[in-house]
């Protein structure tokens, strides 16, 4: 394992090593994606090769609304991987989102970890701090830092009173966030992005985002790799193992998140992520009322091959997608969000 200097950089490595090693997945819940299918359209009056997949979000230009979902940085391990992914990201015009640059707020040292400008000049970068740090020192000024460390076109507030909740060592003080959030948002000067870690987003909580002038909100809902089975697997002692697993399977599935938050705030641009696997799964949420789709799991096993594997996981994920559109007879995105899905009974 590599070299780690502090508690967080400590965490971060463990982290990698557990996705990557461990199964982590919801036990038994799902993203509830699999109730849902499409119309098959057998003449859909199009040409394959003229589907659509671009689409423009904070002003960017993407080639695919599929995006490399928030993942790491922090160590050396991480380094690499963001550098593998953010070369994809460029050369097939994706949107990427980094993992939470505490780290390198509390060691500048570790910045470097972050920094995928050199090899991603063009894409469409997402920043990335805990909200529940803004109870903890941290204020506009640190995350101004992070977006300026890596040059980002908008920053996210991760949302993951769960996981915290279940650390030992975890931040858990998450009262009067709302105004600190809404203090960023005001301040910061790029778009904000609330997003969960794999829990989902509630109709309240949307509501409550939205009042303070999120940009976007990532689901990022249940059904995927679950955050508390990851520290189930790092716990410290048996009690914390048994805490931990007991929330195996707590959370919002990822489809029926994105549909309580653009019920609960129409005009939201949501994000969606939290188990999706393919291009199949990224027609559907769109369907739901998502703008774009995100993965984290799928990307990370690739990128740490090389990059050539993260070059051709899109390349099949987003092929999945234009074949779905065909099938389903849109031509674009703005098609294909006007479709419906039909409803699998049980």
Known sequence: MTKVTNITERRKEQHIDINLEQDVQFPRLTTSLERYTFMHEALPELNLDEVDTSLIVFGKTLQTPIFISSMTGGTEKAQMINRHLAAAAQERGMAMGLGSQRA??????????YDIRVVAPDILLFANIGA???NYGYGVEQCRRAIDMVEADALILHLNALQEAVQPEGDSNFAGLLDKMEAVV???????IAKEV???ISPKTAKRLAE??????????AGGTSWSEVEYHRAPTEFHARVARSFADWGIPTADSIQYVKKAVPDMTVFASGGLRDGIDVAKCIVLGATIGGMASPFLKAAVESVEAVLEFEREATTQLRIAMFCA???TLEEL???????VKP
């Not at 390198?104 to 970890?113: G, R």
């Not at 969000?337 to 409803?343: A, D, G, I, Y």
Request: negative net charge; proline residues 2%.
């Open 198 to 200: 794999g829990w989902g």
């Open 186 to 192: 005001k301040n910061v000067g790029v778009p904000v």
């Open 329 to 331: 007879g849109a031509a």
């Open 212 to 221: 303070i002038g999120i940009a976007a909100i990532d689901v990022a809902g």
């Open 132 to 134: 529940v740090q803004l």
């Open 337 to 343: 969000s006007q479709l419906e899905l039909v409803e």
């Open 104 to 113: 390198a707020i509390e060691d500048e040292s570790l910045a470097s970890t």
